[in-house]
């Protein structure tokens, strides 16, 4: 039910296929951010229409609110917010340790208190597990320590290290869960330690000496270092990944970093750029970023981008989006932030494509050349 299969190579970069138990996801491949149980404007039919086979949920937001009981009373996750297609759900780690002076951390897990209602609650590998399994996704993330990459040595490497035996923890719990349905729902792991090339290899060597895998994330990136550096780190850590798995890098949604990312041999992303960025009259276009509250657009009539086949760019003009955002109409939002998702969905079909026909390295300077023009049409 957990398969994954490597079709062809460029490079680094590799086309593949993920089965799991709610469908087929080609990869590289996109994840629109479904924080609370849906892709912010979007409905699960936007979300097929452009294409998206895969998408994330958030154990801390849906563990608090409406708390992961409620969506099993309802069906599940799939069956509550309408989406068949494959999940995957976080393990809420990078949200209790984004409650700076909220939470408390110490072996047994991470006390913090809801933003919801101020109650002091507790989250622990083995908790994290239970309500992933709970809410039925098809990937669950294990828990880990997220620390700043900026953080001194020291505390990096002990967040290193009781990652590692959270893992254990997770799996332990998630092996027992799955005893009587092996086949519901897959656990992954995630190699921590910050842009330290060192700690990156120690984290990746316990979670391989943990055991067999259908999947390992990259955590604690795109968290405020130069995107050099994180590219620099992934291509330290990239000949040591296991090779017949899926390499999902979390938090990573800018075209630009996705494509890198593609090419050092990534295969799965997830991020709330897209539809925060639309939310915000921000979309992206071959051309780089646009604004769409330009007052250059007022009584443009071309789409937002002539290369989308998207709901918005068939059917509205850069005039009418505009007014939209400046009238504060709510469609506006839907319409920027169906574009982008669409525009990263088809931004990593476009990639799959050149992976297979053995030119991606090429294509990619291209891509990336035009992009850098941003804003000048």
């Given at each position: 039910?957990?398969?994954?299969?490597?079709?062809?190579?460029?490079?680094?970069?590799?086309a593949g296929r993920l089965t799991l138990p709610h469908g087929v996801v080609n990869t590289p491949a996109f994840m629109p951010v479904g924080t609370q149980g849906t892709v912010r404007t979007l409905s699960p039919f936007d979300l097929e229409a452009v294409g998206a086979e895969i998408i994330l949920g958030n154990t801390y937001h849906l563990h608090v609110?409406?708390?992961?009981?409620?969506?099993?009373?309802?069906?599940?996750?799939?069956?509550?917010?309408?989406?068949?297609?494959?999940?995957?759900?976080?393990?809420?780690?990078?949200?209790?340790?984004?409650?700076?002076?909220?939470?408390?951390?110490?072996?047994?897990?991470?006390?913090?208190?809801?933003?919801?209602?101020?109650?002091?609650?507790?989250?622990?590998?083995?908790?994290?597990?239970?309500?992933?399994?709970?809410?039925?996704?098809?990937?669950?993330?294990?828990?880990?320590?997220?620390?700043?990459?900026?953080?001194?040595?020291?505390?990096?490497?002990?967040?290193?290290?009781?990652?590692?035996?959270?893992?254990?923890?997770?799996?332990?719990?998630?092996?027992q869960l799955s005893r009587e349905d092996p086949d519901r729902q897959t656990l992954w792991p995630i190699v921590q330690g910050g842009t330290d090339a060192e700690l990156r290899h120690r984290s990746l060597g316990h979670v391989l000496a943990a055991g067999d895998w259908t999947g390992v994330a990259l955590g604690g990136l795109a968290v405020g270092e130069?995107?050099?550096?994180?590219?620099?780190?992934?291509?330290?850590?990239?000949?040591?990944?296991?090779?017949?798995?899926?390499?999902?890098?979390?938090?990573?949604?800018?075209?630009?970093?996705?494509?890198?990312?593609?090419?050092?041999?990534?295969?799965?992303?997830?991020?709330?750029?897209?539809?925060?960025?639309?939310?915000?009259?921000?979309?992206?276009?071959?051309?780089?970023?646009?604004?769409?509250?330009?007052?250059?657009?007022?009584?443009?009539?071309?789409?937002?981008?002539?290369?989308?086949?998207?709901?918005?760019?068939?059917?509205?003009?850069?005039?009418?989006?505009?007014?939209?955002?400046?009238?504060?109409?709510?469609?506006?939002?839907?319409?920027?932030?169906?574009?982008?998702?669409?525009?990263?969905?088809?931004?990593?079909?476009?990639?799959?494509?050149?992976?297979?026909?053995?030119?991606?390295?090429?294509?990619?300077?291209?891509?990336?050349?035009?992009?850098?023009?941003?804003?000048?049409?």
């Amino acid at each position: 039910m957990f398969e994954f299969s490597i079709d062809a190579t460029s490079g680094p970069a590799r086309a593949g296929r993920l089965t799991l138990p709610h469908g087929v996801v080609n990869t590289p491949a996109f994840m629109p951010v479904g924080t609370q149980g849906t892709v912010r404007t979007l409905s699960p039919f936007d979300l097929e229409a452009v294409g998206a086979e895969i998408i994330l949920g958030n154990t801390y937001h849906l563990h608090v609110r409406p708390g992961e009981d409620v969506v099993e009373a309802l069906g599940g996750l799939h069956t509550f917010m309408g989406w068949k297609r494959p999940l995957l759900t976080d393990s809420g780690g990078f949200q209790v340790f984004s409650l700076e002076g909220f939470r408390k951390v110490d072996e047994d897990g991470v006390e913090f208190q809801s933003h919801v209602d101020g109650t002091r609650r507790q989250l622990t590998p083995e908790r994290a597990t239970e309500i992933q399994w709970t809410l039925g996704s098809d990937i669950a993330m294990a828990f880990d320590q997220l620390v700043p990459s900026t953080a001194d040595r020291a505390v990096m490497e002990e967040a290193v290290e009781r990652t590692a035996r959270w893992l254990t923890r997770c799996r332990n719990r998630h092996a027992q869960l799955s005893r009587e349905d092996p086949d519901r729902q897959t656990l992954w792991p995630i190699v921590q330690g910050g842009t330290d090339a060192e700690l990156r290899h120690r984290s990746l060597g316990h979670v391989l000496a943990a055991g067999d895998w259908t999947g390992v994330a990259l955590g604690g990136l795109a968290v405020g270092e130069p995107r050099e550096t994180m590219y620099a780190t992934i291509e330290a850590l990239e000949p040591s990944l296991p090779r017949a798995v899926p390499r999902y890098l979390m938090g990573v949604g800018f075209p630009e970093d996705i494509l890198e990312a593609v090419a050092r041999g990534v295969d799965l992303f997830d991020c709330v750029a897209p539809t925060r960025n639309g939310r915000n009259g921000t979309a992206f276009t071959p051309q780089g970023t646009l604004n769409v509250r330009n007052a250059a657009l007022r009584r443009d009539p071309r789409p937002i981008d002539d290369t989308c086949d998207c709901e918005t760019c068939r059917t509205y003009s850069r005039g009418y989006v505009r007014h939209l955002f400046i009238t504060e109409e709510l469609l506006g939002l839907r319409l920027l932030s169906l574009h982008n998702v669409a525009f990263l969905t088809r931004l990593a079909r476009d990639a799959r494509a050149h992976i297979q026909a053995g030119d991606f390295a090429g294509w990619q300077r291209e891509w990336t050349a035009r992009y850098a023009n941003r804003g000048k049409e």
